[in-house]
């Protein structure tokens, strides 16, 4: 069992930048691929980017390629997303999610977070 905590939320102007962290609890956490995902207010839940649980392989989707990054600390059982160069329309509830298959895929992931929301003024 893995519970995950998001944080660093926030309303922000376009162009700025947020880091979004993910505290997991449990001692599994270095075994899992991470990922995050988001949902716009009227819109499916999306990919974003997702790391690897070892080797810390990174793969991201189109319209977050060069201005995301994700990383995590598995001593630390934390995951981070940096964004930077922000849009409004990345607006929206970003969530992070463990699970054992390293993919892009949201039904792959077994444990989710509650979710942090990220506001991006034009």
């Known amino acids: 069992q893995v519970q995950l905590v998001e944080s660093g939320g926030g309303l922000v102007q376009a162009g700025g930048s947020l880091r979004l962290s993910c505290a997991a609890s449990?001692?599994?956490?270095?075994?899992?691929?991470m990922a995050w995902f988001r949902q716009a207010p009227g819109k499916d839940r999306e990919f974003v980017a997702t790391?690897?649980?070892?080797?810390?392989?990174?793969y991201y989707a189109d319209s977050v390629k060069g201005r995301f990054t994700i990383s995590r600390d598995n001593a630390k059982n934390m995951g981070y997303l940096q964004m930077n160069s922000l849009k409004p329309e990345d607006t929206a509830v970003y969530y992070c999610?463990?699970?054992?298959?390293?993919?892009?895929?949201?039904?792959?992931?077994?444990?989710w977070g509650q979710g942090t929301q990220v506001t991006v003024s034009s």
């Open positions: 790391i690897r649980p070892i080797g810390y392989a990174t």
């Open positions: 999610a463990v699970g054992t298959t390293w993919s892009s895929d949201a039904s792959t992931y077994v444990y």
């Open positions: 449990g001692r599994t956490f270095s075994t899992y691929a």
